[in-house]
Each structure stands twice: as structure tokens, then as C-alpha cells.
């Protein structure tokens, strides 16, 4: 069969129709690859639970050890951006590197949402409440064939990921070096709110390329062990959109 590419740009290198380890390296959340079965939404769903349930943990602790030991929620995120990028230009996935992304992910997270929390009580909340109405809003138009993925959306996404994170890292050397810091990140000013905004609306697209991807992957009846990236993918989406929902809303909080 042959292989079928994602849209999807967390997958730039990857598709589906054969196990993304084919050398049969243990799973750490089960021994999919010596189960022949096919994908199915309940093995997304499964693996998607679970990838979040080590997210929250690891945001937890994040959370916890952040006001004593700020540094470790900015090296997590730093960790956290380098795998993804690895992750995302392999050809394979390993469970192990995607669990390992989830627990870094999740610390720098939990940090960063207890400096936004500190500054703004509540926003946290209204953060994942957003971001929960902003999953379901997209799952509605995918089903409903409102929004669908195209090439074009993929680029778009992949463009603005990646303008977005080489903006970030300049804003911290910026910081770094000067104290000050980029306007058009961090600004309450209507063009920094602009640009939250439009940042938020491409991120959420982002849900749109990962339910093709896990739709197609189970038409083509691609293995079980895809069931990671789709999950993989949807923790990449949620994570965005989390963000960007926190910066919009501490933005209209200054």
C-alpha cells in the first residue's frame, strides 16, 4: 500500500500505512506494534487521554516548583521546542521521544501558566475553558465540512508556527540582552491585540489538519501504533491554542 502523507505540519516528514517503529521497540503505553489491528478512533482517543494525563502531571509540577525554581519551566520549553522540531523532521516516531515531549511540555506550561495566574487571578481557567470551546467550535466545522484541510491551510499553519517561535526566541534575547522586550508579543495596545487574535485563529486551525489526519489515517487503515501521532498532534494543537488564548487574555487584562 502506498504511503499516504499528513497535511499536517507537525508531521512535515512523517504519513501512515506502516508502524512508525518498525524495528518493534516496546511502547510504553502498550505493545502496539506486535498488534496487527488497524487504527481505530478509540486507539486515538486512548493514546490522546493518556499523553494529556502525563501533560497535566508534569504541569502540576511545573506549577508547584516554579516560584522557587523559575529556570526549570524555561529550560523544559526550550527542551520541549528542540524535540518537536526533531520529532517533526524524522521520517519515524519513537513513543518514547513523544512521552518525553508531553513531560516537558507539560513542566514549561505549568510554569508559565503560574506567572499569568500570578498576575491575573483567574485567567487560567478562562484559558482552558477557551481553548476547550475552541476544540469543540473546530471539531463542529470539520464535521460538518464547513472547514477542511488544504495544502494552503497547512502552509499557513506551518508558516505562522514557526514565525511565531522565531518571534519568540527573539523576544527573549531581546530580554535578555536589553530588558526591554517585543511590543507586538507582549503589548495590551490594539495592534498587539491584532495580533494575538490572528495568531489564535490560524493556531486553531491547527485541529482542523489534525482530524483529517486521524480520518484518513484510519480509511487507509494505516496500524495502531499511528494512533501517537495523531495524539501527538492534538497535544501540539492544544498547547498552541492554550497559549496564545493566555497571551490574548493577559493582553486585554493590562
Known sequence: MAELRSSNPVFRRGGFGAPADPTGAPDPLGDLYTDPGRLSIDDVVVHTFGLFAVTAAAGA???????????????????????????????????ALIVVFALLEG????????????????????????????FVTMLGAYRLRILRATPRMARVVFGTLMGVVALGLVDLVVRV??????????????????????????????????????????????????????????????????????????????
Do not use: C
Open 61 to 95: 509540577v511545573g506549577w508547584a516548583i516554579a516560584p522557587g525554581m523559575p529556570g526549570v519551566g524555561f529550560a523544559a520549553g526550550l527542551g520541549a521546542l528542540g524535540l518537536s522540531l526533531f520529532i517533526a523532521f524524522r521520517n519515524a516516531l519513537r513513543p
Open 107 to 134: 513542566l514549561f506550561v505549568g510554569a508559565i501558566s503560574r506567572y499569568y495566574e500570578n498576575a491575573y487571578h483567574g485567567i487560567v481557567l478562562q484559558a482552558l475553558l477557551g481553548t476547550g470551546l475552541v
Open 177 to 254: 540582552t536589553t530588558g526591554s522586550q517585543l511590543p507586538i508579543i507582549n503589548s495590551g495596545s490594539t495592534l498587539g491585540i491584532i495580533f494575538s487574535v490572528v495568531v489564535l485563529a490560524v493556531a486553531s486551525l491547527q485541529f482542523i489538519l489534525d482530524f483529517d489526519y486521524i480520518e484518513r489515517a484510519i480509511a487507509a487503515g494505516a496500524p495502531r501504533s499511528d494512533a501517537w501521532r495523531a495524539a501527538y498532534g492534538l497535544l501540539v494543537g492544544f498547547v498552541w491554542v492554550y497559549l496564545e488564548l493566555l497571551r490574548l487574555l493577559g493582553k486585554l487584562r493590562q
